[in-house]
């Protein structure tokens, strides 16, 4: 088994659990709660600026020409961000780009970035790779799954979003990804292979909750303690 085998073998538990999340089921059934949508583009608009940071570092620790043309590539496009599938979700919301500029960030949002920042600091080209690849990997998976609802529901309200993470190209994107890392394994102690893997594996597990915070909501305090503190 490759490397990149073992990877996506470990994510197969978490991706089943965010496949089956209510803010997923909800893009699937055309029912997504209008908050969430908007509480999710306001979480993720942020969380692509650092994301393209990131991207920087990487290619200026990829060891291959090609990987950083790669690498290149991917930040060109993510300069645009990704306004096919979040104005999608906005329009449905009835809200706008404006709507969601002012909002704080909340706490997953906060420890993914540390997360992704913190694998970038460390220097590994695998390692950075490997906390990268979920955010590929989780939304390519979604788009698929959920693409063959288009052929019965040629006019569902997230028809954009499903067809921008299953769009082939998106998969080509993240097979290269995983190709990175199987050409580093070669050179992995089994002590940088673990902390490729928990960098692998803490970004999946970001992922299930980046969902789970845009559907339920989320406070860096209880809701008790905001009153503890907000009273006089």
């Known amino acids: 088994m490759s490397f990149s085998a073992s990877l996506i073998a470990m994510s197969n538990p978490i991706l089943d659990a965010i496949v089956r999340h209510p803010f997923v089921r909800g893009i699937a059934e055309g029912n997504l709660p209008k908050e969430a949508a908007i509480r999710y583009v306001s979480q993720d608009e942020p969380y692509l600026e650092t994301y393209l940071r990131v991207f920087a570092h990487a290619a200026a620790l990829a060891p291959r020409h090609e990987d950083v043309a790669d690498f290149h590539g991917r930040m060109t496009l993510l300069l645009g961000g990704e306004t096919e599938a979040h104005d999608n979700l906005l329009s449905y919301a009835g809200a706008t780009a404006q709507d969601v500029e002012s909002w704080p960030k909340l706490p997953t949002l906060h420890h993914y970035e540390s997360h992704l920042l913190a694998s970038a600091a460390r220097g ?50 993240t097979h290269r990804l995983f190709a990175m890392i199987d050409r580093e394994a070669a050179h992995f102690s089994p002590e940088r292979a673990r902390r490729v893997e928990a960098a692998f594996v803490a970004s999946c597990h970001l992922e299930y909750r980046f969902f789970d915070m845009a559907y339920r909501g989320e406070s860096w305090l209880p809701k008790e303690a905001v009153q503890d503190v907000s009273t006089p």
Do not use: K, N, S
């Not at 906390?131 to 997230?158: N, S, T, W």
């Not at 067809?163 to 082939?168: E, L, S």
């Open 124 to 173: 590994d080209f695998a390692e950075l790779v490997a906390a990268i690849l979920p955010c590929h990997h989780v939304y390519v998976e979604i788009g698929q799954r959920l693409e063959p609802i288009l052929e019965e529901r040629p006019d569902h309200p997230f028809a954009a979003w499903i067809r921008f993470y299953a769009d082939p190209g998106m998969q080509g994107a």
